[in-house]
């Protein structure tokens, strides 16, 4: 069968231009000047006379910006993943709602490569003030500060090098996960393309086969990423729970997104198509999958507090113990369980852009919270904080 | 004619036809008494013009009801009734009672939402609920139609309309 012209209505054609771009570059360059007065401000603060008594693990300024760094680049490759994770889930799961908005989610992959090349340059400049297990005398055994127990793990990041030396495996990983990634978003992207110009459904059938191996692919992929990215910041300690956790965090952030998207253009006149029985659908994803990372949080936690073993505690003492930290664990479950919870309990807040875009704005930040609780206690113990 | 107890019946194959021809007997300005059918077809609630379920509150109600009741529960149990040590926590630590918490408020949601559905349904035990058509429990679909409640038509223009509307079969129900 030959290419058909199908009826398209350009007019719903999305430009990213003008009164778009505007508001955007604004940001932009609002996020700029705090970025620089954020660096100035902790350099002021100093930190100078502990350098000269503590030595190589004094707390410089920029450990906080590596800290920074390292919470973006992981928050927003997952919200960018998770676009591609979403649209291959429709398509395997055979849905029919979600037709009219999957391009929302589709699109995020665009960062993919971005977030890619972002992550892999900034693991050079930050990963050895991040990561604790790359310091190579902890594999030495003649050092006094070798650890047996990191010297267990090591082979899981330098594997088939020399413990200490050059992380390789770890390198590929990131590289084979950010690659794959990549290139399955890519292909399914010129498959939704070639399905809107074709009649006939085998466009579709490849789509679905293409989403459940990438699908199987992710459910991996993530998991290892989440330990590899975020579980080993503190090597010691140890989650079985953590790819789970780090997945339900990555997926409702990457829902609110798209609610957020999807009703941001609904407001201004675009996806004609979408009506509200869409938008309850997404209010759901969101309520349940808050529900969902709330679940996953507190098994995690659970089990930790229950069991009480020192080496998986040492996790939640460095964190609800502290007093920098402490408030912010609350803060965390504040945001995106209880008030989401409590505010999309009904059907009528479900249907209306006004909870949603207020609830996915919290869940946005609150997941931003969330990975920073993750990175900060590891890697900037008592100079971190949100402010 | 004695309401409640004489109905048409038209029997449908299809789902889809029988959406249809909710809407058609309705705007033709014949009261439905109820649609019958094996299982949820979408849309038939909005079609037939129901009002949205109460069923929601009952469940937010039970589901109150399952909290309150395991956090008395565990509360008295463990720090007044018995309290024991167990694994050195507080007697009352709230970790350790999220859950059975969360057990029982979903049981008792369900539960409960389950129980008013069947009583309101009257599937209640000592109901004794009238069966339109035994099909309907396999494959077919029925459409009720009162005729005490459309008393301007008989019963052969009732059933004419349902069978324009793509009924395979129009019966005839007496209850007594």
């Known amino acids: 069968m030959g290419k058909q012209v199908i009826d398209i209505n350009w007019d719903q054609k999305f430009d990213f231009a003008g009164t778009f771009k505007k508001p955007i570059m604004k940001v932009l360059v609002l996020g700029a000047i705090l970025l620089v007065a954020g660096i100035v401000i902790e350099m002021m603060a100093g930190g100078h006379e502990e350098v000269a008594e503590a030595g190589d693990h004094a707390y410089h300024w920029y450990h906080r910006l590596f800290a920074a760094i390292w919470v973006n680049n992981i928050y927003f490759a997952g919200i960018a993943v998770i676009g591609v994770f979403f649209f291959a889930l429709q398509y395997a799961a055979q849905a029919g709602w979600s037709a009219p908005i999957l391009r929302i989610p589709l699109s995020f992959g665009n960062w993919l490569p971005y977030a890619a090349v972002i992550t892999i340059v900034s693991y050079f400049i930050v990963g050895h003030d991040i990561f604790h297990w790359t310091h190579s005398y902890l594999y030495d055994v003649n050092d006094p500060q070798y650890d047996r127990i990191i010297d267990g793990k090591g082979g899981f990041f330098f594997w088939p090098m020399a413990k200490g030396s050059f992380p390789i495996f770890f390198i590929v990983r990131m590289v084979v996960f950010f690659a794959a990634w990549a290139l399955f978003f890519n292909k399914l992207k010129q498959l939704s393309y070639a399905e809107d110009l074709e009649k006939s459904d085998s466009y579709w059938r490849r789509t679905r086969t293409v989403s459940a191996i990438f699908l199987v692919f992710f459910a991996v992929s993530s998991s290892v990423a989440a330990w590899d990215w975020i579980m080993s910041i503190d090597t010691h300690w140890f989650s079985t729970m953590f790819g789970w956790y780090m997945f339900a965090s990555w997926f409702v952030a990457g829902l609110s997104a798209v609610t957020l998207i999807t009703l941001f253009l609904k407001d201004k006149g675009y996806l004609e198509m979408v009506n509200s029985n869409h938008i309850h659908d997404l209010g759901k994803f969101m309520f349940a999958f808050s529900i969902f990372w709330t679940y996953i949080w507190f098994s995690q936690f659970l089990l930790i507090y229950y069991a009480n073993i020192p080496e998986e505690s040492v996790y939640f003492v460095e964190r609800l113990q502290s007093e920098l930290y402490g408030p912010l664990v609350f803060v965390n479950l504040g945001l995106n369980f209880i008030l989401p919870f409590l505010v999309l309990m009904t059907r009528d807040a479900k249907r209306h852009g006004v909870f949603l875009k207020v609830v996915s704005v919290l869940i946005i930040v609150g997941h931003y919270i969330d990975y920073t609780l993750m990175v900060q206690p590891g890697t900037l113990r008592e100079h971190g904080g949100l402010v | ?176």
């Not at chain 2, 008494?33 to 949820?40: D, G, K, N, T």
């Open chain 2, 1 to 176: 004619m004695e309401r409640d107890k004489h109905f048409v019946l038209g029997v449908y194959e299809d789902e889809d036809v029988l959406l249809d021809a909710v809407a058609q007997v309705r705007n033709s300005g014949v009261k439905i008494h109820e649609v019958y059918s094996p299982f949820p077809v979408h849309g038939l609630d909005e079609a037939l013009g129901y009002k949205r379920s109460r069923l929601p509150i009952a469940a937010f109600l039970f589901g109150m009801l399952g909290t309150t009741l395991a956090l008395t529960m565990q509360f008295y149990m463990m720090k007044f009734d018995w309290p024991m040590i167990i694994g050195g926590k507080d007697f009352a630590g709230f970790p350790n009672f999220v859950p059975v918490t969360f057990e029982l408020t979903v049981l008792l949601a369900a539960f409960g939402m389950c129980g008013v559905f069947f009583v309101s349904s009257n599937l209640k035990p000592w109901g004794q609920p009238r069966i339109f058509d035994i099909r309907v429990t396999d494959d077919k679909h029925v459409m009720a139609i009162d005729l005490a409640a459309n008393a301007k038509l008989d019963e052969q223009q009732i059933g004419e309309v349902l069978k324009a509307t793509g009924a395979s079969e129009v019966n005839k129900k007496n209850f007594d």
